[in-house]
């Protein structure tokens, strides 16, 4: 206890605002990342599919989308919150708070993870989808059983990048008003000038980061053939 | 022999390409027997293998028929296409297996929507494999197999739906020789067991020689000779066909040797030199030492070789003739009447025989 409190005085005289902010980091975290997984899964198929060439070849929709995910990864994230403060607000009801930032942090990282999805699966053996279709199987079953199927190593692996990127934005929408560690460590770590706030949150991101990591490369590595 | 399973009449296929049109394959016309062995052959980009892609329907077609089981294929529906494509199975050069399933995986791959149940799939898969000798592997993952096993994995994957039409695409032409024997013993054997209709694309003329019962050659986009294999190789006709059949039999070899230094070799400047084929190699053989005394030629025997070709013995002779030009005349006249093919060999052509008055030989002529 000593060393701790040796170490870290400021966190451990005030234990509680450090958990709060564990727990609204992990709250971000864990209601956005599906929403984004799954549509960036689905917009990233979609961009493969119809592109030139594709299964599905589609010029609107490629376009469409392609033009769409280029505009949105262009933006910085700070100014797509500001941009989006209206919006949010009628989506969420509000714009503060762990609420008020889960609709930003989904689109701040939707397109991100949709270019990686997309270079998944572009690289995925065009000849294995010709095999599958030489065999009679349909648009859909293709897209279960080959391009899902054959890409589960690869995806852990874009997934993996994506959420340690989609940490850095959590930290940033933190700060700004949503709470959690990258609020904590820029309130009393930085405007308070307490290094040691800064330094439990930078630990506590890393075993944070650490698990992320150690999850994907299990995966990726359990689906490599 | 069977109906036609397959009919194509005038096919085209043009491709836009940003340097403009280009034609893939121009006026082909082919009619493929149920049960046989259908070899279509050619250099690389001549075209093969967009014909067998719009047999499946995986290539539209830009013109002409194309009639597979008496369906017509560009007249069908994407979802009537599919339920075709289970009776018109394919093998491919790169084997196209699954990575990420194992071999029993990639095998029920194929069975998806077959309306079995998941242990009757499990029995048909296993079936497959022992029928391509492979049920010990069932549980590796294609990464830990051979080129050789991997294609036979691909192949119990081509007729797990129960097809009736199995088109190879160069499906040899990545193994080593031993490898690829195995492999077209196993196809031949398909075709006599399953009664299976098979096209097989190549480049190798030994792929041919040793399964096929008819062949076509193409050539930049058009079948330039089509017929049974063995009349083929025996009476080739287009100059690639020629050359084909020449560099399979050693013969473009000999008239590089012929060209390269005749006196050299030892020839008699003035002799005749012959290529006489034939399908009897007793007959043949008799026959030379019978012209030597009866007409008082001396033939001088250069290359001789002895083929199988669909079954059927197929031999060739080189010979220098010399001696009275009218006594040449009359002994070839008479190898003429006795069913062989004669040629005459100008060393300066590389595609070898003139083919004029050159009798055809036929698998009548063995004895």
């Known amino acids: ?225 | 022999m069977g109906n036609a399973i397959i009919e194509i009449t005038q096919l085209s296929k043009r491709y836009d390409t940003p340097e403009g049109a280009y034609t893939a394959l121009h006026d082909v016309n082919l009619n493929i027997e149920e049960g046989s062995i259908f070899g279509i052959i050619g250099l690389s980009g001549a075209g093969k293998s967009t014909l067998v892609r719009c047999i499946n329907g995986l290539e539209p077609i830009s013109g002409g028929t194309i009639n597979v089981l008496g369906q017509s294929i560009p007249d069908l529906s994407a979802k009537e296409l599919r339920q075709l494509r289970k009776s018109i199975s394919m093998v491919f050069q790169q084997y196209n297996l699954m990575p990420s399933r194992t071999v029993e995986g990639n095998v029920a791959l194929a069975l998806r929507h077959s309306g079995l149940s998941s242990a009757e799939k499990r029995d048909k898969t296993r079936k497959l494999l022992s029928l391509v000798g492979l049920e010990q592997h069932a549980q590796s993952h294609p990464s830990q197999l051979s080129g050789g096993q991997q294609q036979r994995v691909a192949i119990a994957r081509a007729l797990a739906n129960n097809p009736r039409i199995l088109l190879l695409d160069e499906a040899t032409s990545a193994l080593d020789p031993d490898t690829t024997k195995t492999i077209l013993e196993l196809v031949k054997r398909l075709n006599r067991e399953l009664h299976l209709t098979i096209i097989v694309v190549t480049h190798q003329m030994d792929v041919v020689k040793s399964i096929c019962t008819h062949v076509a050659v193409i050539d930049h986009g058009t079948i330039v000779e089509q017929g049974e294999a063995f009349d083929v190789f025996a009476n080739p006709q287009a100059e690639l066909t020629r050359r084909f059949v020449g560099d399979y039999t050693g013969l473009s070899h000999v008239i590089d040797v012929l060209r390269s230094g005749g006196a050299a070799a030892g020839l008699d400047p003035d002799g005749q030199l012959i290529h006489m084929s034939y399908a009897n190699k007793t007959v043949a053989e008799g026959l030379v030492s019978a012209v030597t005394e009866q007409f008082h030629v001396t033939v001088n025997i250069l290359f001789a070789s002895l083929d199988i070709v669909d079954g059927y013995p197929l031999g060739s002779i080189v010979a220098q003739y010399s001696g009275d030009p009218e006594h040449i005349k009359q002994a070839l006249d008479y190898l003429r009447g006795k069913g062989i093919r004669i040629a005459t060999v100008h060393p300066e052509s590389k595609a070898s025989a003139s083919t004029n008055a050159a009798a055809s030989i036929t698998k009548e002529h063995i004895a």
């Open chain 1, 1 to 225: 206890m000593t060393i701790l409190e040796h170490l870290f005085p400021h966190v451990v005289e005030n234990p509680d605002v450090f958990v709060q902010s564990i727990l609204e980091t992990l709250q971000m975290f864990l209601i956005a990342t599906p929403e984004w997984f799954i549509l960036g899964i689905i917009f990233g198929l979609t961009l493969a599919i119809t592109k030139p060439g594709g299964m599905w070849e589609n010029r609107a929709v490629f376009q469409f989308l392609d033009k769409l995910t280029n505009l949105c990864r262009s933006i910085p994230f700070v100014i797509m919150i500001a941009l989006l403060f209206p919006l949010t607000r009628l989506i969420s009801g509000t714009a503060i708070g762990v609420r008020g930032a889960i609709f930003p942090l989904i689109v701040g990282i939707t397109p991100f993870f949709s270019r990686q999805v997309e270079s998944v699966f572009n690289g995925l053996n065009p000849m294995l989808i010709e095999s599958a279709q030489a065999m009679g199987l349909g648009p859909w079953s293709i897209i279960w059983s080959v391009y899902l199927r054959e890409s589960i190593s690869a995806l852990a692996r874009v997934t993996t990048i994506t959420c340690i990127s989609f940490n850095s934005e959590i930290a940033v929408i933190g700060a700004i008003g949503a709470g959690g560690l990258g609020d904590y460590a820029n309130r009393y770590g930085f405007e308070r000038n307490q290094l040691d706030i800064t330094v439990a949150a930078v630990i506590t991101l890393l075993v944070f980061i650490t698990i992320i990591q150690t999850i994907g490369t299990i995966i990726g590595r359990k689906n490599e053939h």
